[in-house]
């Protein structure tokens, strides 16, 4: 190959990267956009203040109609949804822990309340008691519910599958609470 031929491929290459930097710098002149002082749209956001009664986890925004949502779970269904529970749960009466806690006689008790089991600080500090809110709550996504909890569950979207994981908690006991 000759240097002629060596100077037209580079010449055509110099060619190709002129005309890609002049096609970008004529775009911009032809499609110019003012761009705006502040980037990003303005979102009002009003804030509710959470009442005494309510937990810090959760607000006013938050509280969602649990008999509503009862009603939507039934206890066969329940136990379906509980089987990827159970890879770390036992839900049988005087089962022992596996990696989670025993949830039999979970819905009432105060959290973090086996003896047996070694809780992570957050749900051994939480000072409540597993209530069909709180469980609602948690099986949404542990970690947020309760922040520093050692359960790496994904949670449960969709709401009839929470609440029949619920009721068959509940079921599971000694003394099964009243549904709301």
Same mark, same amino acid.
């Given at each position: 190959?000759d240097?002629f031929e060596?100077?037209? #491929?580079i010449?055509?290459?110099?060619?190709v %990267?002129?005309l890609?930097i002049g096609?970008?710098?004529?775009s911009?002149?032809?499609f110019?956009?003012?761009k705006?002082? *502040?980037p990003?749209?303005a979102v009002?956001?009003?804030?509710?203040?959470?009442?005494d009664?309510q937990?810090?986890?959760?607000? *006013?925004?938050?509280?969602?109609d649990?008999?509503a949502?009862?009603?939507?779970g039934?206890i066969?269904?329940g136990?379906k949804v509980?089987?990827?529970c %159970?890879a770390?749960?036992?839900?049988v009466?005087?089962?022992?822990?596996?990696?989670?806690p025993a949830?039999?006689?979970?819905?009432?008790?105060?959290?973090? %309340?086996?003896?047996d089991?070694k809780y992570s600080?957050?749900?051994?500090?939480?000072?409540?008691?597993?209530?069909?809110e709180?469980?609602?709550g948690?099986?949404?996504?542990?970690a947020?519910? #309760?922040?520093?909890?050692?359960m790496?569950? %994904?949670?449960?979207r969709k709401?009839k599958?929470?609440?029949?994981?619920i009721?068959?908690?509940?079921?599971n006991?000694d003394?099964?609470?009243?549904?709301?």
């Amino acid at each position: 190959m000759d240097s002629f031929e060596i100077n037209k #491929i580079i010449a055509a290459v110099l060619l190709v %990267a002129l005309l890609i930097i002049g096609i970008d710098k004529l775009s911009n002149v032809i499609f110019y956009v003012e761009k705006p002082e *502040t980037p990003g749209y303005a979102v009002e956001v009003e804030k509710v203040a959470a009442t005494d009664n309510q937990s810090s986890s959760e607000t *006013t925004e938050d509280k969602i109609d649990m008999v509503a949502l009862m009603a939507l779970g039934d206890i066969a269904t329940g136990e379906k949804v509980f089987k990827k529970c %159970a890879a770390c749960h036992s839900i049988v009466k005087d089962g022992k822990n596996n990696i989670g806690p025993a949830l039999y006689n979970v819905v009432g008790r105060k959290v973090g %309340a086996l003896n047996d089991y070694k809780y992570s600080k957050a749900l051994s500090d939480y000072g409540k008691e597993w209530t069909f809110e709180e469980l609602n709550g948690y099986l949404i996504k542990p970690a947020k519910w #309760i922040k520093g909890t050692k359960m790496a569950f %994904a949670g449960l979207r969709k709401e009839k599958d929470r609440a029949s994981v619920i009721k068959y908690l509940n079921q599971n006991s000694d003394n099964p609470l009243p549904l709301p």
